[in-house]
């Protein structure tokens, strides 16, 4: 991990006039639920695949891999001379753990029509939520552990109900007891909150820039609101075990967009103490 900090470090030190015309430095993880960190001219054109990818004043653009990404991706460049760069990425494939449970109740794999409904509402507003595009460079901050403890739940894990493929685990869980606060792992601007959402509690999401987005899940309390900038170990509330959950702990999960990352990548290992 360190790396990747000294690499973001070094690329957050250089200026707009240290990129030279039709170049472009590019820096990261580029694995399934990983993600990268570009500099290009400010007034470049940036694309991957069909998206058009924002640009900071500096030249800071910003790429995230899913979990089930493509393996190669084709960026592109155009620069403002009108030379273009394209290059393709090759994205590392991961094995993730799955595990197959039979023989449940019906109504255990499949909620009923009005659960269906609410939980269909409560999607479309994070989903409004994950596709903010804002300025911000809260990423810029470097990243930390919004709360220590023991981790019980991993990136890209499934569970197969009774046949049926249910949604990958796109978090991170670490176990805390009920109460403990929990802090803001990167600077940014708060972009949700809902106190009881069907499946996750609690939920609150931080805004990062350039389409980066925190989300938490199963909280306890809520201590910002919609709008409050955030920064880096600043308090934003308490792990709970809310929601669907089966015991008290803070699910961290890490999106660019609709990409789910994995958060566990930005962060050094785990403090044992």
């Keep these: ?117 609410r939980i269909s509402s409560e999607a479309a507003l994070v989903r409004k939520a994950r596709a903010k595009d804002s300025p911000l460079a809260g990423f810029a901050s470097g990243w930390r552990w919004p709360v220590t403890g023991r981790i019980t739940g991993i990136f890209g894990s499934q569970r197969i109900l009774n046949g049926q493929p249910k949604q990958p685990h796109y978090g991170i869980d670490i176990a805390a007891p009920e109460g403990t606060p929990f802090v803001a792992p990167a600077d940014g601007v708060v972009s949700l909150v809902h106190e009881d959402m069907y499946y996750s509690g609690g939920t609150l999401m931080v805004d990062h820039g350039h389409g980066l987005a925190s989300t938490f899940l199963h909280l306890a309390t809520i201590e910002v609101e919609v709008g409050q ?29 609709g990409k789910r990352l994995d958060a566990a990548l930005l962060v050094p290992a785990m403090p044992t103490e």
């Design 1 to 117: 991990m360190r790396w990747f900090f000294a690499a973001w470090a070094v690329m957050a030190a250089l200026s707009v006039s240290a990129v030279q015309a039709g170049t472009f430095e590019l820096q990261g993880q580029f694995v399934e639920g990983g993600l990268a960190l570009g500099k290009t001219e400010a007034d470049a054109v940036v694309r991957l695949g069909d998206r058009r990818v924002r640009v900071g004043i500096d030249g800071t653009f910003v790429l995230g891999f899913h979990r089930d990404e493509e393996q190669e991706l084709l960026l592109k460049i155009r620069h403002p001379d009108g030379e273009q760069t394209e290059r393709w990425l090759t994205i590392a494939q991961r094995d993730y753990n799955i595990q197959r449970i039979d023989g449940l109740p019906p109504k255990k794999v499949s909620p009923p029509q009005e659960v269906l409904d």
């Design 229 to 257: 900038t955030v920064k880096k170990g600043d308090r934003l509330g308490t792990v709970g075990t809310t929601g669907r959950s089966t015991g008290p702990h803070l699910d961290w999960r890490v999106n660019w967009f």
